[in-house]
């Protein structure tokens, strides 16, 4: 049946934030409402579905992600909950010797009691003499065994330390070996991910295709799974450097013959690294590594070449940028790009920058000037701000000046939210709880704001031509996703007022309650009407 009945439960829409029920016709919203008015509408056309008490929203738009890392990652070694490093050979140990080569992700040696890492032999004896690769949680470093820097010759490179841990030039070496896959293999952990993101709640992600050997192969693979309807939407962007838009025009016409049609050039182009890894560029030295300020990947002309071109092609362009001296290049570079196509253009263009952790007022009032689109990782503060956490370890003072996400809002910066998986998990009512409770109590956003930064913007971010996408109201695109609640409630940031409030005179949608046991569990996810995910058990 196309029509799909929806009552008994609670609808999240600014069209009747009391609605109970909705209607949706193929792949349109068609109506939404109370129970009295589904009862009129009900005939046997329509297949009813009982929500007992169940929640729709809009379905969630993850504006950064790395879909093939992701699949790899969650099939290889989970090293989060690693706490020193005995565990984590113990944990290389235990990985059978079927497996030819060790691969795991997620270790974080701020949070060991010992923050010696283990020795490139130590990996190699754990192992067996396996090849073994470990990603840091930030994914800019990692730790490798004697027998895979043996084979790659690591040690002829300037950024081998030979302590096991590899960053900059020779962590690339490594990372773009380890994902040589074949098709079918690129395939499984694509579909992996898309499936594992469906049943999160997300009706659609923003692959931010890293330069690296097969990243084109990639991004066809992803358009097809995108264009199946069988998996969420994605939105591709390629981290492809460009210093003319005739460069631009060329390099898009040869994608196009490859089925690949990038919304812009931009997402994971590296101004700067991370400050886990201390890559980051900072305009101070890092607080526990005197006389080191990171790492700089593009020069201020690179990047306002760059942002010229995209903007007189008319598509997106940008950067991952964390540190504050990251970012003043940034700046420096749209400034320079506006005097050489205007800044008509560069607005126009609908620029992203990726992260932005480390950003002053200044930059951030810049960012507003010239109309660019932040993708922020909340994530990121719940797992390392606070007194004790990296960002303080690091940065020192500096780290109270971390993920700006109010001062983002304030001064009218459009920001999308994003979970940069494989770092930070899928799970994206994880995400707005981290802005409702940022370390930095002026920073914190209401759940409301989060949520669009999380669903609505998300599609703004790309681009997305129809307006109704992101909300639930008649007319709209039908891309939901149903949850699981203990309780519905609205929550706001700010602790002058009254931070919890069920009155229905408010008329606000009512979003879940984020500080009860469980965070909201996925019933089902629908994307233009074509069902991605669903709990038969459940409903």
Same mark, same amino acid.
């Given at each position: 049946?196309?029509?799909?009945?929806?009552?008994?439960?609670?609808?999240?829409?600014?069209?009747?934030?009391?609605?109970?029920?909705?209607?949706?016709?193929?792949?349109?919203?068609?109506?939404?409402?109370?129970?009295?008015?589904?009862?009129?509408?009900?005939?046997?056309?329509?297949?009813?579905?009982?929500?007992?008490?169940?929640?729709?929203?809009?379905?969630?738009?993850?504006?950064?992600?790395?879909?093939?890392?992701?699949?790899?990652?969650?099939?290889?070694?989970?090293?989060?909950?690693?706490?020193?490093?005995?565990? #984590?050979?113990?944990?290389?140990?235990?990985?059978?010797?079927? !497996?030819?080569?060790?691969?795991?992700?997620?270790?974080?040696?701020?949070?060991?009691?010992?923050?010696?890492?283990?020795?490139?032999?130590?990996?190699?004896?754990?192992?067996?003499? =396996?090849e073994v690769y470990l990603a840091r949680v930030d994914v800019h470093s990692a730790l490798v065994s004697d027998a895979l820097a043996s084979r790659l010759g690591l040690a002829e490179l300037d950024d081998w330390l030979g302590d096991g841990q590899v960053v900059r030039a020779a962590h690339v070496a490594v990372r773009d070996a380890v994902r040589q896959f074949s098709q079918p293999r690129r395939r499984e952990l694509q579909q992996l991910a898309l499936r594992s993101a469906a049943r999160?709640?997300?009706?659609?992600?923003?692959?931010?295709?890293? *330069?690296?050997?097969?990243? !084109?192969?990639?991004?066809?693979?992803?358009?097809?799974?995108?264009?199946?309807?069988?998996?969420?939407? !994605?939105?591709?962007?390629?981290?492809?450097?460009?210093?003319?838009?005739?460069?631009?025009?060329? #390099?898009?016409?040869?994608?196009?013959?490859?089925?690949?049609?990038?919304?812009?050039?931009?997402?994971?182009?590296?101004?700067?690294?991370?400050?886990g890894s201390r890559t980051a560029l900072l305009r101070e030295d890092y607080q526990d590594l005197s006389g080191h300020r990171g790492s700089q990947y593009l020069s201020e002309v690179q990047i306002a070449e760059h942002l010229a071109a995209c903007?007189?092609?008319?598509?997106?362009?940008?950067?991952?940028?964390?540190?504050?001296?990251?970012?003043?290049?940034?700046?420096?570079?749209?400034?320079?790009?506006?005097?050489? !196509?205007?800044?008509?253009?560069?607005?126009?263009?609908?620029?992203?920058?990726?992260?932005?952790?480390?950003?002053?007022?200044?930059?951030?009032?810049?960012?507003?000037?010239?109309?660019?689109?932040?993708?922020?990782?909340?994530?990121?503060?719940?797992?390392?701000?606070?007194?004790?956490?990296?960002?303080?370890?690091?940065?020192?003072?500096?780290?109270?000046?971390?993920?700006?996400?109010?001062?983002?809002?304030?001064?009218?910066?459009?920001?999308?939210?994003?979970?940069?998986?494989?770092?930070? *998990? #899928?799970?994206?009512?994880?995400?707005?709880?981290?802005?409702?409770?940022?370390?930095?109590?002026?920073?914190?956003?209401?759940?409301?704001?989060?949520?669009?930064?999380?669903?609505?913007?998300?599609?703004?971010?790309?681009?997305?031509?129809? *307006?109704?996408?992101?909300?639930?109201?008649?007319?709209?695109?039908?891309?939901?996703?149903?949850?699981?609640?203990?309780?519905?409630?609205?929550?706001?940031?700010?602790? =002058?007022?009254?931070?919890?409030?069920?009155?229905? =005179?408010? =008329?606000?949608?009512?979003?879940?309650? #984020?500080?009860?046991?469980?965070?909201?569990?996925?019933?089902?996810?629908?994307?233009?009407?074509?069902?991605?995910?669903?709990?038969?058990?459940?409903?």
């Open positions: 049946m196309s029509l799909t009945l929806y009552r008994n439960g609670s609808v999240y829409s600014a069209a009747d934030p009391l609605a109970t029920a909705m209607l949706v016709d193929g792949d349109t919203v068609a109506w939404v409402g109370g129970e009295h008015a589904a009862s009129s509408l009900q005939d046997g056309r329509m297949r009813v579905v009982d929500l007992q008490g169940a929640l729709i929203t809009p379905g969630f738009v993850d504006s950064h992600v790395h879909l093939t890392e992701t699949g790899l990652a969650l099939e290889s070694l989970d090293l989060s909950q690693v706490r020193s490093a005995q565990e #984590l050979l113990a944990a290389v140990a235990s990985v059978p010797e079927s !497996v030819a080569q060790v691969i795991g992700f997620g270790w974080d040696e701020t949070l060991w009691t010992d923050p010696v890492l283990p020795s490139p032999a130590q990996l190699g004896r754990a192992s067996g003499g =396996r999160a709640g997300y009706v659609a992600l923003a692959e931010m295709a890293i *330069p690296a050997p097969g990243t !084109v192969e990639d991004l066809s693979l992803l358009m097809e799974h995108s264009a199946s309807a069988e998996y969420p939407q !994605v939105l591709p962007y390629l981290a492809q450097l460009i210093s003319s838009a005739e460069q631009g025009r060329d #390099l898009l016409r040869d994608l196009a013959e490859q089925g690949v049609v990038p919304l812009g050039f931009a997402g994971d182009l590296n101004i700067d690294g991370s400050i903007s007189e092609l008319g598509i997106q362009g940008g950067f991952h940028v964390i540190g504050d001296r990251g970012m003043d290049l940034a700046v420096q570079g749209l400034r320079s790009a506006e005097k050489q !196509v205007g800044k008509a253009a560069i607005r126009a263009a609908a620029h992203r920058f990726e992260h932005a952790e480390l950003a002053d007022a200044e930059a951030i009032n810049s960012l507003a000037d010239y109309a660019v689109t932040v993708s922020m990782q909340a994530s990121f503060d719940a797992l390392w701000g606070g007194a004790d956490g990296l960002y303080q370890q690091r940065l020192g003072a500096r780290a109270n000046g971390m993920n700006q996400l109010a001062a983002m809002y304030g001064a009218g910066v459009p920001v999308a939210l994003g979970s940069d998986s494989p770092v930070t *998990p #899928l799970n994206p009512w994880a995400s707005v709880k981290a802005c409702l409770e940022h370390h930095q109590p002026e920073q914190r956003i209401s759940a409301r704001a989060a949520f669009i930064a999380h669903s609505r913007a998300g599609w703004r971010a790309a681009r997305e031509p129809n *307006p109704l996408i992101g909300q639930l109201a008649p007319g709209a695109p039908a891309s939901y996703a149903i949850w699981q609640v203990d309780e519905l409630m609205v929550q706001v940031a700010d602790e =002058r007022v009254q931070s919890w409030s069920t009155d229905p =005179r408010s =008329r606000t949608p009512l979003l879940p309650a #984020l500080d009860t046991e469980n965070l909201p569990r996925c019933l089902a996810t629908v994307h233009r009407g074509a069902q991605l995910f669903w709990d038969d058990s459940a409903l």
